[in-house]
């Protein structure tokens, strides 16, 4: 499984944007790149994925690097709710498999 | 839209005793997926379900087996719980295979003392 590595901890503001960093240097021309997060208490909850292009949702943007060795996702306007773990990962298309590698995240925590 | 729930909740066990921990997946989902949490790590992805078989297995012993029902529910099972066994299981469904995006329940968590 290829590895992602996220910063153990950021802090931001609320009503700031936030980018939290992921490194992939080993991603494979077909993985996709997912971001998941966990609020306390609270089972993961999917927040966006892309393969190559940026992509935007009501949720976040993900902005891929031109050779995906690296990606940020972009919570635009960070609110109290938005503190949880986040995790970035690689799922290869692979026919049937749902497997999810989840490292230890980034945990964010605003700051009202 | 009924989300994906658990039961139960929170549940105590001692070490050798076996536990069944139950899914019901979103509605019109027919894959279901276990994962465990120890404390403090990221979910660990234990099997994965599609119409009534396992398709997809992590590092985890044949202590730890599961169920699917024909309307998509799930089990888990584990014997001869552990002290290590200890964790949140979370189950995760999804509305076919080969996506990424799934759909988590709140999850159980098993104390094994």
């Known amino acids: 499984d290829a590895k992602t590595t996220q910063p153990n901890s950021m802090e931001s503001n609320e009503e700031e944007p936030v980018h939290l960093p992921c490194n992939h240097s080993t991603i494979s021309g077909t993985d996709y790149i997912h971001w998941y997060r966990q609020l306390p208490s609270q089972g993961p909850e999917y927040v966006i994925h892309?393969?190559?292009s940026n992509v935007n949702n009501r949720m976040a943007s993900l902005a891929i690097a031109e050779d995906r060795k690296s990606s940020t996702l972009i919570l635009h306007r960070a609110t109290l709710r938005d503190a949880a773990v986040y995790y970035c990962?690689?799922?290869?298309?692979?026919?049937?498999?749902?497997?999810?590698?989840f490292g230890q995240g980034t945990r964010l925590t605003i700051n009202p | 839209e009924t989300g994906v729930t658990q039961s139960p909740t929170h549940l105590i066990k001692t070490r050798g005793q076996q536990v069944t921990l139950r899914c019901s997946s979103q509605?019109?989902?027919?894959?279901v997926s276990w994962y465990q949490q120890a404390l403090g790590q990221g979910p660990q992805f234990i099997f994965q379900y599609y119409r009534e078989e396992e398709n997809g297995r992590g590092n985890f012993p044949p202590r730890f087996s599961g169920l699917q029902f024909p309307n998509y529910s799930s089990e888990l099972n584990v014997n001869a719980l552990e002290l290590d066994d200890s964790a949140l299981y979370l189950c995760a469904s999804s509305p076919r295979l080969n996506t990424g995006e799934l759909f988590f329940g709140e999850g159980s968590r098993l104390t094994v003392l």
């Open positions: 892309g393969l190559t």
């Open positions: 990962i690689l799922r290869a298309p692979i026919q049937g498999a749902q497997k999810l590698v």
């Open positions: 509605s019109g989902h027919n894959t």
